[in-house]
């Protein structure tokens, strides 16, 4: 299983950007995708996820700011990330709890990490 980041970049204080991150083999379903975050110099720490029944849950920094979405069909994940602040710039990684197979215990699988810089 692969999961491939995309829509990272620059954007200034205030601005948006969408990341996207899509699962791809042998998948027979998945049940959470997420999102984290790592700064530099910080650790790594959940921004959003979304269960396969579309529940979520969001890191108390981004609520209100940030949506994360799923397709299922695509096996994709989805955040829109609004009125950004500097305290947003970190790596971007999605990940996603797959059941390769019936039956087959979850493993957990992640993204190479996207760059969000959001400058003052």
């Known amino acids: 299983v692969q999961l491939q980041a995309s829509g990272g970049g620059v954007v200034q204080a205030g601005g948006s950007l969408s990341l996207s991150c899509a699962a791809s083999g042998t998948i027979f379903s998945i049940n959470t995708m997420g999102w984290y975050r790592q700064a530099p110099g910080k650790q790594r720490e959940l921004v959003a996820r979304i269960v396969s029944g579309g529940s979520t849950n969001y890191a108390d920094s981004v609520k209100g700011r940030f949506t994360i979405s799923r397709a299922t069909a695509k096996n994709t994940v989805y955040l829109q990330m609004n009125n950004l602040k500097p305290e947003d710039t970190a790596i971007y990684y999605c990940?996603?709890?797959?059941?390769?197979?019936?039956?087959?215990?979850?493993?957990?699988?992640w993204g190479q990490g996207t760059l969000v810089t959001v400058s003052s």
């Open positions: 990940n996603a709890d797959v059941h390769y197979t019936f039956g087959a215990a979850l493993r957990t699988y």
